[in-house]
């Protein structure tokens, strides 16, 4: 190990001459003592430097890889969340067409109702102006009531067979729910 140079004169001895200045060959000493620590300096600079560098672009490295992973768990979100959506709407079309289809069988049911039974009227009344009217009033009477009671029976069969066909067309709608759930 090298001896430190002195930079004054003190107390002690080996300073050289008597009054302790730096002379030529002490000059060189703390030259090369300043060379190196300037170097030593540069070096610990420049490795903090090096390891600055590697950090912020290790950090870098991280953040682009942070980003990618929620760009694609975003993207993953936006595909299921498009899928259910789809689902929902199939689902709503399939039952929408449920049920303008359920309205025109109703309404198709109750026309041919009414027509059936303006036809009995109309047949009753035909029959009853054709001449072969009896004496008794009890027979007028029924014919009202037998009308009625076959507008009744109409109407009843054709609630029974109304509900006959909700019942199918609960089941369909079942299989349409599963066929949009397969999307």
């Given at each position: ?38 170097q ?24 682009q890889?942070?980003?990618e ?11 299921e ?29 109750h ?16 029959a ?38 909700e ?16 999307l």
């Amino acid at each position: 190990m090298a001896k430190r140079p002195r930079l004054s004169g003190g107390s002690g001895g080996g300073g050289g001459g008597g009054g302790g200045g730096l002379d030529n060959g002490n000059w060189t000493e703390v030259h090369g003592l300043i060379e190196r620590l300037n170097q030593e300096m540069t070096e610990r600079f420049l490795d903090h430097q090096r390891r600055s560098q590697a950090s912020l672009h290790h950090w870098e490295l991280e953040r682009q890889r942070q980003h990618e992973q929620a760009m694609e768990r975003w993207r993953q979100e936006a595909r299921e969340h498009e899928r259910h959506m789809f689902g929902l709407f199939a689902r709503m079309v399939g039952e929408c067409n449920a049920a303008i289809a359920a309205v025109a069988k109703v309404a198709s049911r109750h026309s041919a109702c009414v027509s059936t039974a303006a036809a009995g009227a109309a047949a009753g009344a035909g029959a009853g102006t054709s001449g072969q009217r009896t004496s008794s009033s009890s027979s007028t009477e029924a014919e009202p009531r037998k009308r009625d009671e076959e507008a009744r029976t109409a109407e009843q069969n054709g609630l029974k067979e109304e509900q006959e066909e909700e019942e199918d067309e609960e089941e369909e709608e079942g299989t349409q729910e599963d066929d949009a759930s397969l999307l």
